[in-house]
C-alpha cells in the first residue's frame, strides 16, 4: 500500500451500535488526525496524535475516541453511535507539526447512522 | 473565537483567471494552507504560506497578507479539471491543527 488507507470505504450502522473507523498509514508520518466532513461546516477535527502513544482533543471530540498503539494505524471508534454522527470521515497524517508540513488525507469512509 | 469565511461557490470559464478570497479571525496564526477537493474525493495540498506574499507554483499562486488576516489563491488558464471545492486552512497554535474554512465549490464551463 502507499499513502493512507480507510476502511470500511462506507457503512450504514443503526444508533447505538458500535463502531471503529480503521485508518492506516505507511509513510512513517508521526502526526495524524481524524476529520468530519459536513455539508456546509467544511472539515472538522476530532481527533489528533501528534506520535506513537499520545493523542489529544480536537474541535468536536464528544461522542469519539482514539488510540495510537503504533505510528501506521490511527483507528477511531464511536462508541454509541448516534445520527447526528451521519458524516464523512477522513484520516490525515503528516511529517511533523510546524512548517510546510503538509497534511495527506485518506479516500474517506461514509458512515450513515440510522 | 476562530472564523474563516470564503464564498460559498463561483463560476468562471475555461481558459480565464479566478481568485478565490479567504478572511480569517483566529486566536493564533502559524501558516494558511489551500486544500484542493474534488467531489467524492479526499483533499489534496495545493499551497502553503507563513509570510506576507504570494507564493506560485504553476498555474496557481496564493497570497497571504496577515495583518488583514487575508488570503487568495488565484487559478490561471483555467481547464476543465479545476471544477472542485477549494478550502482554505488556518494553522492556528501548534501541532499542525488546521481550521478549515467551509470551502469555495468552483465550477468551471466551456
Known amino acids: 500500500i502507499a499513502g493512507i488507507t480507510q476502511a470500511p470505504t462506507s457503512q450504514i450502522l443503526a444508533a447505538g451500535r458500535r463502531m471503529t473507523l480503521r485508518c492506516t498509514q505507511d509513510?512513517?508520518?508521526?502526526?495524524m488526525y481524524w476529520y468530519r466532513q459536513d455539508l456546509g461546516l467544511g472539515l472538522r477535527l476530532i481527533h489528533y496524535?501528534?506520535?506513537?502513544?499520545?493523542?489529544g482533543k480536537g474541535e468536536v471530540p464528544d461522542g469519539y475516541s482514539v488510540s495510537r498503539a503504533n505510528t501506521d494505524d490511527f483507528p477511531l471508534t464511536l462508541a454509541s453511535a448516534v445520527p447526528s454522527q451521519t458524516s464523512v470521515y477522513f484520516c490525515?497524517?503528516?511529517?511533523?507539526?510546524?512548517?510546510?508540513?503538509?497534511?495527506?488525507f485518506g479516500p474517506g469512509t461514509r458512515l450513515t447512522v440510522l | 473565537g476562530q472564523n474563516i469565511d470564503q464564498p460559498t461557490e463561483m463560476t468562471a470559464t475555461e481558459g480565464a483567471i479566478v481568485q478565490i478570497n479567504c478572511t480569517y479571525q483566529?486566536?493564533?496564526?502559524?501558516?494558511l494552507f489551500w486544500y484542493q477537493q474534488h467531489a467524492g474525493e479526499a483533499p489534496t495540498f495545493l499551497s502553503y504560506?507563513?509570510?506576507?506574499g504570494l507564493e506560485e507554483k504553476g498555474r496557481f499562486s496564493s497570497f497571504l497578507s496577515r495583518s488583514k488576516g487575508y488570503s487568495y489563491l488565484l487559478l490561471k488558464e483555467l481547464q476543465m479539471k479545476d471544477s472542485a471545492s477549494y478550502l482554505c486552512?488556518?494553522?492556528?497554535?501548534?501541532?499542525?491543527?488546521?481550521?478549515f474554512g467551509a470551502g469555495t465549490r468552483l465550477a468551471v464551463h466551456p
Open positions: 504560506n507563513v509570510l506576507d
Open positions: 486552512a488556518v494553522r492556528s497554535g501548534g501541532y499542525n491543527k488546521l481550521i
Open positions: 509513510m512513517r508520518h508521526n502526526a
Open positions: 490525515a497524517s503528516s511529517d511533523g507539526t510546524s512548517g510546510n508540513n503538509e497534511q495527506f
Open positions: 483566529t486566536s493564533g496564526f502559524n501558516g
Open positions: 496524535s501528534n506520535t506513537a502513544g499520545t493523542t
